[in-house]
């Protein structure tokens, strides 16, 4: 059984937020749109075995592949157990995380080995002055997380550069080499007016249009991702590059296929909504079955509806 909305888009896809904590402060960061971090974020955030059971409805619903996300993953410290937990639920055909990697060199392997299968790696460049200007953190350490994402065999490892103009627009060609010496895929992505101010997008939204000219020239193939928003991968001769359009891209909304769980367990239908939230974690925690919490994630799947409607 696979749940479809009312557009006819089915739901394959599943990311839980299980933090909205994180070692770094990127100025761009959108939180999975939650709408406001909390100092005290770690006590409303879900357990791992509330993690697991809802998951495991998903699954039961027709979800087959689930990514973490945060805030940073990494800073729960049962990520392995969560990780476990989950990779061990039948039915269940991907395992993923995204990350900013600077705990990654540490945790790779054993997380490859507990059945987390790939990692997104959020990279906005390799310059250790603008990487720290960006998030505050050490460029060297997000690096090292990359080598041993890449050595643990955690396949494939994206990297996700995060385009700004006037801050990193200049470095597109560099990541796209760091990405061929590395092994890894890099994706390119525009700027969302999530969670930021009107002059902070204004300032620094930068459309991929010039570099999708540019890989398509370059291109052996050129492919769409049918269930991830049919965005292009371009596949050059010794390196593939993903541009991604996000929400202000109709073909975005009407191709997604995702359904969100905020770190405080509540179903989020469109990232760029917080008026349509279903409550699931007060319902587990209030003595819910599973056959109610099903009836939730259908009631969620009802409101999926794509953001820009054109």
Excluded: W
Excluded at 67 to 87: A, F, N, Q, Y
Excluded at 155 to 163: D, G, Q, R, T
Excluded at 213 to 221: G, P
């Amino acid at each position: 059984m696979t749940l479809t909305d009312d557009f006819g888009r089915p739901l394959l896809n599943l990311r839980v937020a299980i933090t909205q904590r994180c070692n770094l402060v990127c100025s761009y960061c959108h939180m999975e749109g939650e709408r406001v971090y909390t100092k005290n974020a770690a006590v409303s955030e879900m357990t791992t075995d509330e993690i697991v059971r809802i998951v495991r409805i998903a699954v039961g619903l027709g979800v087959s592949r689930v990514k973490l996300t945060g805030g940073e993953p990494l800073m729960r410290k049962d990520i392995i157990e969560i990780v476990r937990g989950i990779s061990a639920i039948h039915g269940l055909k991907d395992l993923s995380m995204t990350t900013n990697g600077t705990m990654l060199a540490f945790l790779a392997e054993e997380l490859h080995a507990n059945g987390l299968k790939r990692v997104n790696i959020n990279l906005s460049s390799v310059n250790a002055e603008v990487y720290n200007k960006l998030t505050g953190g050490r460029v060297e350490d997000a690096l090292k997380g990359v080598k041993a994402a890449v050595e643990a065999g955690l396949c494939p490892v994206k990297i996700n550069m995060l385009v700004l103009r006037n801050v990193n627009d200049y470095a597109v060609s560099e990541m796209i080499e760091f990405a061929k010496e590395t092994g890894t895929i890099l994706q390119l992505i525009e700027l969302e007016p999530l969670n930021i101010t009107s002059e902070y997008y204004s300032m620094h939204y930068k459309p991929l249009d010039e570099y999708e000219t540019m890989l398509r020239q370059k291109a052996k193939k050129v492919e769409a991702r049918q269930f991830m928003h049919n965005r292009r991968i371009f596949h050059l001769p010794d390196v593939t590059v993903e541009i991604v359009h996000p929400t202000e891209n109709s073909e975005f909304c009407m191709h997604c296929t995702r359904l969100r769980i905020t770190s405080d367990g509540k179903l989020k239908p469109c990232l760029m909504r917080n008026d349509n939230l279903i409550d699931l974690l007060t319902s587990m925690r209030n003595g819910a079955s599973d056959n109610r919490l099903m009836e939730l994630f259908k009631l969620a799947n009802q409101k999926r509806q794509p953001y820009n409607k054109e």
